[in-house]
């Protein structure tokens, strides 16, 4: 029941949610639900290809229910982690010889302002 109300949370809110907050989400409504169970879910979950991990940013573990081929993007300013589409070359690069190294996966992570972030900047500037 925990772990499928995990998987709900994590594919209706596609954020790039931490453990913590999908604890602090489902814990009200769950009120046996442990802050361990949901690591240890969400490791789970990653460990089985069901959810990606990622450590795109280095205060925060976060998830992703989009297991699909595709990049992500930081704003260093809000902290947002948005999916970017990856080129087709990019995508094939799984499939590739690797200096006799076999690849399982390959993570593209790209940090800087969000578009929404300069426009605010934008908004706020007297010229």
Request: hydrophobic share 30%.
């Amino acid at each position: 029941m925990q772990r499928i109300a995990i998987m709900e949370y994590l594919m209706d809110n596609p954020i790039h949610p931490s453990a913590d907050d999908i604890y602090t989400a489902l814990s009200p409504s769950m009120p046996t639900l442990s802050k361990t169970t949901v690591y240890n879910t969400l490791k789970l979950f990653s460990e089985q290809g069901a959810a990606l991990m990622l450590t795109i940013d280095e205060k925060n573990t976060n998830f992703d229910a989009d297991t699909s081929v595709h990049s992500h993007f930081l704003c260093r300013r809000c902290g947002h982690i948005y999916d970017l589409k990856c080129p087709e070359a990019i995508k094939q690069v799984e499939n590739v010889d690797m200096d006799g190294h076999q690849v399982s996966e390959v993570h593209y992570y790209y940090k800087g302002i969000c578009k929404n972030c300069l426009s605010k900047d934008k908004e706020t500037r007297i010229d």
